[in-house]
């Protein structure tokens, strides 16, 4: 008989430790939504979302054809948009056959990405936010 309630307590004891493994840290969230620069859908480009607080790892994700899908956690998040444009070629190498390179520069201004002014709440769970900057042309 006290084999089997140590066997019990064991095994509550562990599915316990099991469960408390995925609780305790923030909850999951999932993002999603259009983003727009200037009315137009981006064709291509990466969205991130960074707590606010500077602790923890940003979670990014594609966008493509005007929408994208980024899993995070729940919190208060800075948002980086980046929407690279082709500014040019070069060669990859000297010689007769290199090939030509394409060389990217980014299109938005900086309080959009690396200087980012946008902010987001994200809460438990599934949430929507559609994005559409501005940019002067």
Sequence with gaps: MNLRIAILLAGCTAAGALAGCSGGGPDPATVSGAVKVNGAPVANGTIAFAPADGTGAPATGDIKNGRYEVRTTAGKKVVQVSVPVVS???????????????VTSESLPDKYHSKSELTFEVKAGS??????LTVKK
Excluded at 88 to 102: I, M, Y
Excluded at 127 to 132: A, E, S, Y
């Design 88 to 102: 040019g070629k070069h060669k990859a190498h000297v010689g007769p056959d290199a090939p030509w390179v394409e």
């Design 127 to 132: 949430n929507t936010k559609d994005w559409d």
